[in-house]
């Protein structure tokens, strides 16, 4: 059975509607306000550092990003763990809270077709991620040149951008996830719960998890060398659920030039190579387009899960 | 007879082994105003989901407008307005501002919502509470601002589930006043309730609902002539006497309620009221009143539902 008319009506109406919402709620600027605070934390802490140690750096700009001075986490290391939070904090109660606030049935009955109240759900959402992040990386780079007085060169310009967009898709699968959870789950508390556990559990308990999986998976053998890649390599696939896994693999190579391999790399592998030379920007984004294209299947299939659950659920209050 | 814009056939809709609605013809003309009557859970709110197209029917179909609200979903919608059972809207969001963005879904240009959105409200008298936020109305403003968002959009159908309910009295007869309003400006409403006494007065004709089926589908009138006629009610007061066990095995009487000391209510299905003094004088009693009165429809309604609950 076909239907009629585009499930796109309404769409760009939903989105913009959630993404003022989101702009406008308290619980969106409390959490900006502790990404904001957090950010320029670690970029001063950055900033003081780079000033001591690597001054004959090339690549002094996408150091802004990654280095670190204890006890504040880098500016990406850190994204990479509060991201979910606010994707999980605009989600949860994406579709509960009009089940609850009883508006589901009202906005159903509008010549709109459920697809777009979902759709535009994680558009507007999305779009409020996309803007928090790009202020936030312009305010990086706007601070960088201030205290570094060091523009960006145009592969720098170009590794960063990449970077965002990989940002912006891991904070989709977050989104994704807490959209999902608050299609399944009727009280938006549990909901949020829910998704906050599963959180826990990747950006946490996972790096604790995968190595002892691996080790019952792959058990290394004294006297066979070779079972000791062989379980690095489990535990790298078992690690590579989590997308904050995914995520760091990605920032490791495309914010560092230097960066050749995710994965163990051989000394014959190396023979010939020039240690320490940048790669070119497209061949970082060639070793790290697996994990890539993993963030973004990961947040589709979380949300293809969402919407066939959503088409089928009952709206009557 | 004006034309059908609305037209159910076999309608039926079951959850596994629970059946919500078992298979029902359903039949409106234009500009009437239909009641869809029935306790709580005798498949009302289903049924109009399944009118609307909300909900997908295990069988039977429905025609509204001309137009197949499971293929053309987006066509009936726009033409067919559903104010759902306690009504929600975003609650920070002034009244003005829910509008507008229904509006917006339904492809409105700006001017021509604002003008539509204006005039609503001062249809419903909302015109001063329209720039507050929604969290501070009442559940009868909701209601009312429920009913501006049907006359903004301008339907040919609406259909209201349960607009009286939580209502105090004065807010439900501007409710009713404000429905009967757009009946005569040209909307076909069915509108659903478990009150009949509420509803009765808007209503062209009334659909009762039991266990999923519609029992009774006519006029009010009708209704009167099938479930409140044939039914007397005699008030009898008597000394010395025990009326129940008197008329114990009499013909035509159906019931007689003890009412109170020397007061008895007597149901019977003709004017009984010569038998019932002979009766009491022959037993030695002091027939002091005697009082025949029609069953008034809500008791007949009520009645008529209790029987049915009986019967399962």
Redesign the interface.
């Known amino acids: 059975m076909r239907r009629e008319g585009s499930p796109f009506t309404g769409v760009g109406t939903v989105a913009l509607k959630e993404a003022a919402d989101h702009m406008t709620s308290a619980r969106m600027h409390l959490i900006m306000l502790l990404v904001l605070l957090t950010a320029i934390g670690s970029v001063y802490g950055a900033i003081d550092r780079i000033r001591d140690t690597t001054a004959e750096d090339p690549h002094l700009f996408l150091k802004l990003f990654t280095v670190a001075r204890e006890p504040l986490p880098s500016f990406a290391a850190f994204l990479g763990f509060l991201l979910p939070l606010v994707a999980i904090a605009l989600g949860f109660d994406a579709i509960n809270g009009e089940f609850n606030r009883r508006t589901l049935s009202r906005l159903l009955a509008q010549p709109i077709y459920r697809d777009a109240v979902l759709f535009g759900k994680f558009l507007g959402g999305l779009l409020v991620i996309a803007i928090a992040l790009l202020t936030l990386w312009l305010m990086m780079v706007g601070l960088g040149i201030m205290f570094l007085g060091l523009p960006p060169s145009a592969a720098d310009i170009v590794r960063g951008v990449a970077w965002l967009a990989v940002t912006l898709a891991y904070a989709g699968v977050w989104l994704a996830l807490a959209i999902a959870f608050s299609t399944v789950v009727r009280s938006p508390a549990t909901s949020a719960l829910a998704a906050l556990s599963v959180w826990l559990v990747l950006t946490v308990f996972w790096s604790m998890i995968a190595p002892l999986v691996a080790g019952i998976i792959a058990p290394i053998d004294p006297f066979d060398p070779m079972s000791i890649v062989n379980r690095f390599e489990w535990q790298q696939l078992i690690a590579r659920f989590s997308p904050q896994t995914l995520y760091g693999e990605v920032t490791g190579l495309l914010l560092d030039p230097q960066a050749r391999s995710v994965g163990p790399v051989f000394a014959h592998q190396l023979r010939g190579a020039v240690v320490g030379a940048p790669l070119p920007t497209t061949q970082s984004l060639l070793i790290v387009w697996p994990q890539i294209v993993s963030l973004v299947a990961a947040m589709l299939i979380l949300f293809t899960l969402t919407y066939v659950v959503f088409q089928r659920q009952e709206v009557r209050a | 007879m004006s034309a059908v814009v609305l037209e159910a056939k076999g309608l039926a809709k079951r959850y596994g082994d629970a059946v919500a609605v078992a298979g029902i013809d359903l039949s409106v003309h234009e500009r009437e105003v239909i009641g869809l009557l029935g306790p709580n859970g005798a498949g009302k709110?289903?049924t109009i989901?399944m009118l609307?197209g909300?909900?997908e029917a295990t069988e039977g179909s429905v025609t509204i407008l001309g137009k197949d609200p499971?293929?053309?979903?987006?066509?009936v919608?726009?033409e067919v307005?559903?104010?759902?059972?306690?009504?929600?809207?975003?609650?920070?969001m002034t009244g003005r501002e829910n509008l507008a963005?229904?509006a917006?879904?339904?492809?409105m240009s700006r001017e021509l919502a604002k003008e539509r959105i204006a005039a609503a409200l001062a249809r419903v008298r909302l015109t001063e509470a329209a720039d507050k936020p929604v969290a501070t109305y009442s559940r009868g403003m909701r209601q009312r601002l429920?009913i501006a968002?049907l006359l903004m959009r301008d339907c040919k159908v609406a259909i209201l589930d349960e607009p009286t309910s939580g209502l105090d009295p004065q807010s439900t007869q501007e409710l009713l006043e404000l429905i009967l309003e757009l009946s005569q400006g040209g909307m076909t409403i069915l509108l659903s309730s478990h009150m009949l006494d509420v509803v009765q007065s808007i209503c062209s004709r009334v659909a009762l609902f039991n266990k999923g089926r519609i029992g009774f589908f006519g006029t009010v009138e009708e209704l009167a002539e099938r479930i409140g006629r044939g039914s007397f009610l005699i008030d009898v007061e008597a000394d010395g006497i025990d009326l129940a066990q008197i008329l114990q095995g009499e013909n035509g009487i159906t019931s007689v309620v003890d009412s109170g000391p020397g007061i008895w209510q007597v149901e019977a299905v003709s004017d009984v009221r010569p038998t019932l003094a002979r009766r009491i004088v022959e037993a030695g009693g002091n027939l002091k009143n005697m009082n025949l009165r029609r069953a008034r429809l809500d008791e007949a309604y009520n009645r008529y539902f209790r029987e049915f609950a009986n019967a399962a």
Do not use: H, I, S
């Not at chain 2, 917006?104 to 492809?107: P, Q």
């Open positions: 709110t289903t989901l609307l909300l909900t499971l293929r053309q979903p987006l066509a919608k726009r307005g559903y104010l759902p059972d306690a009504v929600g809207f975003y609650d920070q963005y229904t917006r879904l339904a492809g429920g968002e």
